[in-house]
């Protein structure tokens, strides 16, 4: 039988800009993230139209075992003491994981199980984020550009927002940071 051939979808590995395909796109302000920074009176004192996150990803079909391919563009900036990140979720279908690839930037995968334990890994360019099931995961930009992130996960994982409606149970400073650094020197 004669194959059929077919161009292949796109990344910029540097820009993380996707192409070759229809894309959904969705913007996150900081109007949008009530309740999510801990410092709510320095979240009202910004500007409620500043965009903290948009996500870049191909309108592929939505199937059981359909996997989705997208990008997370995350500003630099603070709230308080807290870094910007994105709202975070556990997946609706919670045995689904998700890998997430560094590609520009520099930040924070935070990750919390069920119950409650919570891990940070680095992001940079190249890095690889084996996401499991069963597990809550939020990206916070601590550098100065903007973070960029693949990710792959199953069309059908679905977001659970809701289960974290009281937030993840760490809070990501320059403090956290520093520590982080002062552990990986002391191996
Ligand atoms: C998909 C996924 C990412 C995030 C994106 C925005 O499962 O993990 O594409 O959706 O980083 O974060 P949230 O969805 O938490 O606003
Ligand atoms: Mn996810």
């Known amino acids: 039988m004669k194959p059929t051939f077919h161009p292949p ?3 910029d590995w540097a820009s993380g800009v996707l192409c070759g395909a229809p894309l959904i796109c969705k913007t996150t302000s900081l109007g949008d993230l009530a309740g999510v920074f801990a410092d709510q009176e320095s979240w009202r004192q910004h500007d409620p139209s500043q965009t903290v996150y948009s996500v870049e990803m191909f309108d592929s079909p939505s199937g059981e075992g359909e996997l989705y391919v997208g990008v997370t563009h ?3 900036g603070r709230v308080g003491d807290e870094y910007f990140m994105t709202r975070g979720h556990f997946h609706a279908r919670r045995e689904q994981g998700e890998v997430y690839f560094g590609l520009r930037g520099e930040g924070l995968l935070l990750l919390q199980d069920e119950q409650g334990q919570t891990r940070l890994e680095r992001v940079l360019p190249g890095s690889i984020h084996i996401i499991p099931g069963f597990t ?9 550009a903007v973070l960029s992130a693949l990710a792959v996960w199953p069309s059908q994982a679905g977001h659970d927002y809701a289960a974290l409606a009281n937030g993840f149970a760490l809070k990501v400073t320059p403090e956290t940071v520093k520590l982080m650094a002062k552990e990986v020197q002391n191996g």
């Open 9 to 11: 979808l796109n990344v």
């Open 136 to 144: 809550a995961h939020r990206l916070i930009n601590t550098g100065d």
């Open 74 to 76: 995350l500003n630099p």
